[in-house]
C-alpha cells in the first residue's frame, strides 16, 4: 500500500477507464475521489456502481458533469439526471438485479468465471444469457465483472491499509476491494496499525493499493 | 381507514416471531408500524443490517445508517450489519421469511410485475427480482386498483419480476391467494361486498363458498 494525495490517486485514472465505486444511495461513497474526478474532468468512464445515487451525491457528480459513457447499475431511478441521458442514448445502461450485480462482482474477485442465479430466469434479464439446469432447476449464467479501478471508501483504515467499515456504509466496498486491477482507498479515520484488532479486519491490507491520505 | 393502513394492518399479520423480514419501499414499509412489540420480528434492509429501527429522532441521523432508499433509520439492540454479497446471500438463499413488495400488476397465475414500464419509466429492478425469486414467502401489498383500472390482470402485460409466482397478494379490497396455482378471494375489506372486489378484478377469481372479512 502506498499513502498517495487526492490529486496524484486520480491523475493515475486515465479518461475512458472502467471505475467500480463502492456505496448505496451515496452512502459509504468516496465523496474526496469523485470530487477530484470531477475536477480533473475525467471524460468517457466506464462506472459500475449499484445506483446512480442523486444529483451532487456520491456517484451523481459524475452525471451531473456528464461523465460516464457506460454504466452498469441496479437502480437509477432516484437520478433524473442519469435517466435523462439513458433516455437520450448519451450513456448505455446495463440494468442487473442487485443479487446478480453483487454476485458477478464478487465472482470478478474470487477467480471465477461467473455465478449461477435463478434471479431472471424467465424475465427480461434472461435475454441472451445461456440458462444452466443443475439438478432440474433453471439458472442464469451471469459472468464476472471486473474493472480497471476500484473506488472504496471505509471507516478506519491503518497504516498498512487495513480496512474497517461502519453500519450501512460497508455495502459494495469490501467485493469491489476485491475486483479490481487497482484500489483505491479514502477512509475517515486513518489510525495506527492494531487500532483496527484482527477481528475486525474486513478488507485485508494487501488489497489496498492506495490509500489517500488526509488534508 | 386509510386504504394503504387497512393493507400494512393485514399484511402485519402475516408475521410471526423470530421471522427475518424485509420490506419494499412505499406501502410495505409502513407494515413496521402495525406489528404488535412483543412480536420479535427481524426487519433486514438490502443496504445491509438485519434490526432496522425507527427513523431517528431529530439532530440522531448519522450519514452511516440508512435504509435502501438511502434515508436515515435506526438500529435496534441486537443488530448486526453486513456488505451487500452477504444481504443478497441472505435473500436469494432462503433465508429471508417474508419479503413485502408493491406491485404494479399480478397476474390470474400470482406472477408479479413491478420494476418497469417500457418507454416511461425504466428505473431498474434494485433488489426485487432476488426478493421475489429468493425470499420464503412473497407478500405483494398494493392498491387493488390504479385510476379505476385493475391491477389484478388476467396475465401481466408488463415485464415479471420473476417466473416464480408470489404468494399472497394483499389490497385495500381483498386478500388474494393462489391455491393450486389458481387466484382465489380469501377475505374482502371491511364494508367491500364480493361483488366490489369481482368488479374492480380483471382476473378471474375462485370465490370460496365462504369469504370472511379482513382480519384488522
Known amino acids: 500500500m502506498k499513502a498517495v494525495s487526492v490529486e496524484e490517486a486520480v491523475a493515475m485514472i486515465p479518461a475512458g477507464a472502467s471505475v467500480m465505486v463502492g456505496g448505496f444511495m451515496g452512502v459509504g461513497t468516496p465523496e474526496r475521489l469523485l470530487d477530484e474526478v470531477v475536477r480533473q474532468n475525467k471524460t468517457g468512464l466506464t462506472l459500475i456502481s449499484n445506483d446512480a445515487a442523486t444529483p451532487g451525491k456520491g456517484v451523481g457528480k459524475l452525471f451531473d458533469q456528464a461523465l460516464v459513457s457506460r454504466l452498469t447499475a441496479t437502480h437509477i431511478g432516484l437520478n433524473p439526471k442519469a435517466q435523462q441521458q439513458m433516455l437520450a442514448n448519451q450513456i448505455a445502461v446495463d440494468l442487473v438485479p442487485q443479487g446478480t450485480f453483487v454476485e458477478r462482482i464478487r465472482a470478478g474477485g474470487c477467480g471465477l468465471g461467473g455465478v449461477l442465479t435463478p434471479t431472471g430466469v424467465g424475465t427480461l434479464v434472461a435475454e441472451g444469457k445461456r440458462q444452466i439446469e443443475v439438478d432440474g432447476k433453471p439458472f442464469l449464467l451471469e459472468t464476472a465483472l471486473r474493472a480497471q479501478f476500484a473506488l472504496v471508501h471505509a471507516f478506519l483504515a491503518d497504516y498498512l491499509g487495513n480496512l474497517a467499515y461502519a453500519l450501512t456504509s460497508r455495502n459494495f466496498n469490501p467485493v469491489m476491494a476485491m475486483a479490481a486491477d487497482t484500489v483505491i482507498v479514502t477512509a475517515e479515520h486513518i489510525v495506527p496499525v492494531g487500532v483496527i484488532a484482527p477481528d475486525h479486519v474486513v478488507t485485508p491490507a494487501p488489497l489496498v493499493d492506495y490509500l489517500i491520505t488526509n488534508g | ?216
Not at chain 2, 420494476?115 to 425470499?135: C, E, F, H, Q, T
Not at chain 2, 401489498?141 to 408470489?166: D, E, F, N, W, Y
Not at chain 2, 399472497?168 to 389458481?182: H, Q, S, W
Open chain 2, 1 to 216: 381507514m386509510d386504504p394503504q393502513i387497512v393493507i400494512a394492518r393485514r399484511v402485519a399479520k402475516e408475521l410471526k416471531s423470530g421471522n427475518l423480514v424485509n420490506l419494499g419501499i412505499g406501502i410495505p414499509t409502513l407494515v413496521a408500524n402495525y406489528v404488535p412489540s412483543d412480536l420479535k420480528v427481524f426487519f433486514q434492509s438490502e443496504n445491509g443490517l438485519i434490526g432496522t429501527g425507527p427513523i431517528p429522532e431529530q439532530g440522531m441521523a448519522h450519514p452511516t445508517l440508512t435504509d435502501a432508499g438511502g434515508r436515515p433509520i435506526s438500529a435496534l439492540p441486537g443488530a448486526c450489519v453486513f456488505d451487500s454479497a452477504m444481504s443478497f446471500g441472505l435473500i436469494r438463499g432462503g433465508h429471508v421469511d417474508v419479503t413485502v413488495l408493491g406491485g404494479l400488476q399480478v397476474d390470474a397465475q400470482g406472477h408479479l410485475a413491478n420494476w418497469m414500464i417500457p418507454g416511461k419509466m425504466v428505473p431498474g429492478m434494485g433488489g426485487a427480482m432476488d426478493l421475489v425469486s429468493g425470499a420464503k414467502r412473497v407478500i405483494i401489498a398494493m392498491q387493488h386498483a390504479a385510476k379505476g383500472k385493475s391491477k389484478i390482470v388476467a396475465k401481466c402485460s408488463l415485464p415479471l419480476t420473476s417466473a416464480r409466482p408470489v404468494h399472497l397478494v394483499v389490497t385495500d379490497l381483498a386478500v388474494i391467494g393462489f391455491p393450486e396455482g389458481k387466484a382465489t378471494l380469501l377475505e374482502t375489506a371491511p364494508g367491500i361486498s364480493v361483488g366490489e372486489v369481482l368488479a374492480l378484478t380483471e382476473a378471474e377469481l375462485a370465490i370460496p363458498d365462504h369469504v370472511p372479512d379482513m382480519r384488522l
